[in-house]
């Protein structure tokens, strides 16, 4: 099979290797439907993180075309989901919610591929009823559930995104405008993005922003406070995962208020003293994704969102190399990869 493999920061590649098969009998191995470059997937690219010739890919759509002898809930043709975290469904932080914090995780080969092998599967993946879609929009709703999607939602429950609320999300890539995108589907009464892209910033008013400022720092905080009658965002939503990004969430929130950070962090510090007089709360970490999916292939199904729309261009599997290069240049917001 194909599959893309980062062989040092800068240095994608397609290569060819052997087809994954069942090792556990909690395996399945999925067919891919279509595959994804993750903003994540930029920071061992731009050399942030080390890598060495990775198997690359997190987010994943396909179709059951082995199982182990140990799998009930799935059957071979299903079409499933599944989260970047893998979980067995049983243990008390999945019991709890959180499943991307599971005691027993599970491993996964690499998802920009033509196939793949998924462990504990019946506690990580969903079937979506009907099958795979025909549509290429409405597959790509799919794709975008697997994460970005998943996590912006995670992000806007966090902030506590709701009636009579303002919610304010600080970041502009895919995960960021899903938050968006989440937090107006959840019932906020006003819903603030932070960009100054005119293609990003015309998305997220897509997808529900009622404002959208292009100003950061204190000077994006104190925009945030003059529409709030100088109290600040019932809840902030934090995508990006940097300090300038967390500096940004904790500066536009209320006492009071809720921060829901998902962005992947790096360097990131919180000055304790600080902390505790800006009296507020915090949640955030890896989405608990499989929590929220049935809920998300629902909302996808009645039509009622279409995080696909994230998905800014559409490349062969073989073109990997440019997806990323676009992406690093943010001449897109995301791409998906035609598998």
């Known amino acids: 099979m194909k599959a ?23 395996d399945v191995v999925l067919k891919l439907a279509a595959a994804c470059v993750c903003g994540s997937d930029l920071w061992p690219y731009r050399g942030h993180e080390e890598v060495d010739h990775q198997y690359m890919g997190h987010e994943y759509v396909g179709t059951v075309v082995e199982k182990g002898t140990e799998v009930s809930n799935l059957d071979l043709g299903d079409f499933v989901i599944g989260s970047f975290m893998l979980s067995d469904g049983t243990c008390e932080i999945c019991q709890d919610g959180y499943p991307s914090r599971c005691a027993n995780p599970g491993t996964y080969t690499g998802s920009q591929a033509e196939y793949m092998r998924v462990e504990l599967a019946d506690g990580s993946l969903v079937k979506v009823p009907g099958g795979e879609p025909r549509d290429p929009d409405t597959l790509a709703d799919y794709l975008a559930a697997s994460d970005v999607l998943g996590t912006g939602w995670y992000a806007a429950e966090a902030a506590h995104a709701g009636p009579g609320k303002t919610i304010a999300v600080v970041g502009d890539g895919a995960v960021g405008l899903c ?11 006003r819903v603030i993005a932070f960009s100054r892209h005119e293609d990003r910033q015309a998305l997220a008013r897509e997808f529900g922003a009622d404002v959208v400022i292009a100003e950061r720092g204190e000077e994006g905080a104190a925009k945030v406070k003059e529409l709030t009658n100088g109290y600040g965002a019932h809840g902030v939503c934090e995508a990006v995962g940097t300090q300038g990004s967390m500096d940004q969430a904790l500066a536009s929130v209320r006492p009071g208020g809720y921060v829901g950070f998902v962005g992947v962090s790096h360097d990131q510090t919180l000055e304790g003293l600080d902390l505790f007089f800006r009296e507020v709360h915090l949640e955030g970490g890896p989405a608990p994704v499989r929590r929220f ?4 292939i629902r909302r996808i199904q009645a039509d009622e969102i279409h995080p696909g729309k994230v998905f800014t261009r559409r490349m062969p599997l073989e ?20 598998v």
């Open 4 to 26: 893309v493999v980062m062989n040092a920061p800068g240095d994608v590649a397609v290569v060819t290797t052997d087809t994954p098969r069942v090792n556990k009998p909690t």
């Open 293 to 296: 999916l049935p809920d998300l």
């Open 179 to 189: 938050a968006v995108l989440a937090a107006k589907a959840l019932g906020a009464e």
């Open 319 to 338: 073109n990997a190399s440019e997806a990323y290069k676009a992406m690093d240049e943010r001449r897109e917001i995301k791409v998906l990869l035609e």
